[in-house]
């Protein structure tokens, strides 16, 4: 990464960025932070990944997702350079991660962003976006996700997570575990990094979870807490937005006055973050999370229980092959009278059969539907005539796929 953008002039060094790792919640935290500096009259770059149902909506300005023409210009300038170091066997090829990321670096700094809010692909320490010197860094829940790549125990991943706190440069952690908390506040320390812990420096209370919002009080160090509608739904988000209320307090302190606390309201209630505890009206009501490991399913979970405590449910249910999804398939099976075990559109998916078979364990009625397609026509024939709600979940991937059936 850094010999590619040293020859592309690194345009990385123009922007001034905040850079968000964590495991759930980043791109949460992500969707905040950008509607809040949208509201406050800034331009905003927001690099996330993975995308839903367009590779384009991964690199954004002011929430426009990047054209095929730009995208295609920006190959051009970059190709050079890539092919440069991937034929010399000390580099080698470069990943897809690493291209797009290189891709949004140039994007937005040719764009002369005012913002740029940068997602971390995967851990931290090696993440191809850790060649940023951000203006603050967030760092959303942490828990057992990606074991093989980041380590087997929540020690070892916050070790990697923490691998993007650069020296000096402030940081802003949702609530941790003691051991978690632990590692980013040594590493912080050895680095000279101010950090910002929720619920110690930033008191976070939820007072009111509908589908229609999640209603906080946020207070940022000695000043009084203001309430907050959040537009993205479930109790967890008050992290979350949090981590991004912290980050705004940050980015004012640096000297971004528009950024008023009339702009962060009305960022945090016009925040879209498709896919997550995401409601579709109609008959039949379904309900999209990308719920694609254990902590993210106990979020559903607890979601599902908050706000549709008296609803019978059902759902279709895709995951990939390298979770675990025997132990998912209990947080889950509660909730739901049945359960379309499908395939997702992956190289690495589960069989439908080892999530049928999951479910069935744990006492769930359960059929395979291996297309995801009809997996999710015929969700909505039994939710319709069973007056059911429809929970797609399992993997950001079919949610992906699935979503634009959700709307006919």
Request: charged content about 20%; proline content about 6%; hydrophobic content about 45%.
């Amino acid at each position: 990464m850094e010999r590619v953008l040293a020859l592309l002039g690194h345009p990385e060094e123009k922007l001034p960025a905040v850079h968000i790792g964590g495991t759930n919640g980043k791109g949460s935290t992500a969707a905040y932070l950008e509607a809040a500096a949208i509201a406050a009259g800034l331009s905003v770059g927001k690099y996330t990944s993975p995308h839903l149902s367009s590779y384009k909506e991964r690199i954004t300005i002011n929430r426009q997702p990047i054209s095929l023409e730009n995208l295609d210009a920006l190959v051009e300038v970059a190709k050079p350079a890539i092919e440069q170091v991937a034929a010399d066997p000390e580099y080698g090829q470069l990943t897809e991660f690493e291209v797009s990321t290189i891709l949004a670096f140039l994007y937005f700094a040719q764009s002369d962003v005012d913002l740029a809010i940068i997602e971390v692909g995967l851990g931290g320490r090696l993440d191809a976006t850790n060649v940023l010197h951000p203006l603050a860094i967030g760092l959303t829940h942490i828990a057992l996700d990606h074991q093989e790549i980041l380590g087997p125990d929540l020690p070892s991943i916050a070790r990697e997570k923490a691998g993007i706190i650069k020296p000096g440069v402030p940081v802003v952690t949702a609530r941790q575990c003691p051991e978690v908390l632990q590692v980013f506040r040594n590493t912080a320390e050895q680095r000279g990094a101010p950090i910002v812990t929720v619920g110690a420096d930033i008191r976070v209370t939820v007072t009111r979870c509908t589908e229609a919002g999640t209603w906080v009080q946020l207070g940022y160090k000695d000043e009084a807490p203001r309430e907050f509608r959040l537009n993205l739904l479930g109790s967890h988000q008050a992290d979350n937005a949090a981590v991004a209320y912290g980050l705004l307090q940050l980015l004012k302190e640096k000297g971004f006055g528009g950024i008023t606390e009339e702009a962060i309201a009305h960022g945090f209630a016009s925040a879209i973050w498709p896919g997550r505890l995401e409601i579709i009206p109609g008959r039949p009501k379904i309900l999209l999370d990308g719920g694609h490991n254990p902590d993210g399913f106990c979020t559903l979970s607890n979601g599902l229980a908050m706000l549709f405590p008296n609803v019978l449910k059902l759902a279709v249910v895709g995951i990939l092959d390298n979770r675990p999804v025997e132990e998912m398939a209990k947080i889950l099976a509660g909730h739901f009278t049945h359960v379309i075990a499908t395939r997702v559109d992956s190289a690495n998916a589960a069989e439908p059969e080892r999530v049928a078979k999951a479910f069935a364990a744990a006492g769930v009625t359960t059929e395979i539907v291996t297309d995801p397609l009809q997996a999710i026509q015929r969700g909505k024939e039994l939710a319709v005539r069973e007056n059911q709600l429809l929970v797609v979940t399992g993997s950001l991937y079919l949610v992906g796929q699935l979503r634009p059936l959700a709307f006919y």
